[in-house]
Each structure stands twice: as C-alpha cells, then as structure tokens.
C-alpha cells in the first residue's frame, strides 16, 4: 500500500498559478502517478497522469496550462497550474496505481476573483 498526502491548494485570482504537492509514504518507481479533479455536482475528472517511464497524458481542458512531473527520489509527485480559470475549481486528488488504485484525501483549488 500506498499513503498520498497533497498539499498546494489554496485560493488564486484567474490567470494565476499554484504548484500542487503529492507525497508519497513509499517508492513511487513503479507508480503509475496522477492527478484528478472533481468540482461540485460534477463527477470526478483525470487532469494528468505520469507513467513509471515518463510518459504524460494531459485533459484537453489542462493542456498547454498545466504541467505533471514526478521525482522518485523525494517519492513525491507536482502539478503546476498555470493560467488558472475559474472552470479549474474543485478539489484536486492525488492517485497512484500499481495493481490497486490510491488516492490522497485531496486539496481544495478556488479560482475567484
């Protein structure tokens, strides 16, 4: 098993930007590492997922906005978020996957003005 534990969220303006935190309580190596979204009333959403060999997957919404990176040696994952829009509000949960799915409590996102 695996404990994630995010950290980051926080309340920004539209156009700015915060850095999401994801550690890990183990190695990572074999993780395939995520983050998902879910605003309210609405059901929850893959952001971007990073593989054990470096391949990434953004959403069409994220892309060109939002960057996934993994360092294994901190066991830890980031989710750079950048240009933020008020559509980017909900709660952004941290996921790992090796044979079972994990998922991190979460950590709130408000972009408002």
């Known amino acids: 098993q695996v404990q994630l534990v995010e950290s980051g969220g926080g309340l920004v303006q539209p156009g700015g930007s915060l850095r999401l935190s994801c550690a890990a309580s183990?190695?990572?190596?074999?993780?395939?590492m995520g983050w998902y979204r879910q605003a309210p009333g609405k059901q929850r959403e893959l952001v971007a997922i990073?593989?054990?060999?470096?391949?990434?997957t953004y959403a069409d919404s994220v892309k060109g906005r939002f960057t996934i990176s993994r360092d294994n040696n901190e066991n830890t994952v980031y989710l750079q978020l950048n240009n933020l829009k008020t559509e980017d509000t909900a709660v952004y949960y941290c996921y790992a996957r090796w044979v079972d799915n994990y998922w991190g409590q979460g950590t709130q996102v408000t972009v408002s003005s």
């Open positions: 183990r190695s990572i190596r074999i993780y395939s």
């Open positions: 990073i593989m054990p060999g470096g391949s990434i």
